[in-house]
T-cell receptor, first 111, second 117 residues
Framework: GDSVTQMEGPVTLSEEAFLTINCTYT??????LFWYVQYPGEGLQLLLKATKADDKGSNKGFEATYRKETTSFHLEKGSVQVSDSAVYFC??????????FGQGTRLTINP | GAVVSQHPSRVICKSGTSVKIECRSL??????MFWYRQFPKQSLMLMAT?????????EQGVEKDKFLINHASLTLSTLTVTSAHPEDSSFYICSATRGTPNTGELFFGEGSRLTVL
């Protein structure tokens, strides 16, 4: 079945460091790919998405490129801030099917 | 953006009791709401999909009689964990969509942590 595998956390970085959170997927069809973020005490929020191969989703300085050849959707940010501390979830959806989530990666940014 | 709120955010109960968790869409009418369960260090697992005014659709392996879902209005869905046991302790998250169920953007509640003693 469809699945998402994320980089295991927790990840701890210093402010202004470069961030990569790896995400790979398996899907029987042609999925749309998503990154959700959950800040402390809040619900999940859509961070960015990509609906077809080679699309790049971007938001708030974060980027992820839909790589069909490597079945990946890695999340990157060039310079992280303390306010980026949160749990990040990679997810996929094939057509009208339900969302399938990765296990989440907790990110902590130290000043 | 749209707001979905859950209540309570934390609940502790004794084994054998029932617990109700509410999920409300505060500024839009949610045609469909979803309930997820999250175990520590694991992904969100979809439990059921509920549409206003009709019976919920449960995922395989989820006990319908254990996890009662009611979607009585376009802004409220409730999850009742009946005769709770320690293995039901978990983080329960709801989400709602105001578009078509599987293509509209999902808005998530902040989650409810249930601890059964």
């Amino acid at each position: 079945g469809d699945s998402v595998t994320q980089m295991e956390g927790p990840v701890t970085l210093s402010e202004e460091a470069f961030l990569t959170i790896n995400c790979t997927y398996t899907a029987t069809g042609y999925p749309s790919l998503f990154w959700y973020v959950q800040y402390p005490g809040e619900g999940l929020q859509l961070l960015l998405k990509a609906t077809k191969a080679d699309d790049k989703g971007s938001n708030k300085g974060f980027e992820a490129t839909y790589r069909k050849e490597t079945t990946s959707f890695h999340l990157e940010k060039g310079s992280v801030q303390v306010s980026d501390s949160a749990v990040y979830f990679c997810a996929l959806r094939v057509g009208a099917q339900k969302l399938v989530f990765g296990q989440g990666t907790r990110l902590t940014i130290n000043p | 953006g749209a707001v979905v709120s859950q209540h309570p955010s934390r609940v502790i109960c004794k084994s054998g009791t029932s617990v109700k968790i509410e999920c409300r869409s505060l500024d839009f009418q949610a045609t469909t709401m979803f309930w997820y369960r999250q175990f520590p260090k694991q992904s969100l697992m979809l439990m059921a999909t509920s549409n206003e005014g009709s019976k919920a659709t449960y995922e395989q392996g989820v006990e319908k009689d254990k996890f009662l879902i009611n979607h009585a209005s376009l802004t409220l869905s409730t999850l009742t964990v009946t005769s709770a046991h320690p293995e039901d302790s978990s983080f329960y998250i709801c989400s709602a969509t105001r578009g078509t169920p599987n293509t509209g953007e999902l808005f998530f509640g902040e989650g409810s942590r249930l601890t059964v003693l």
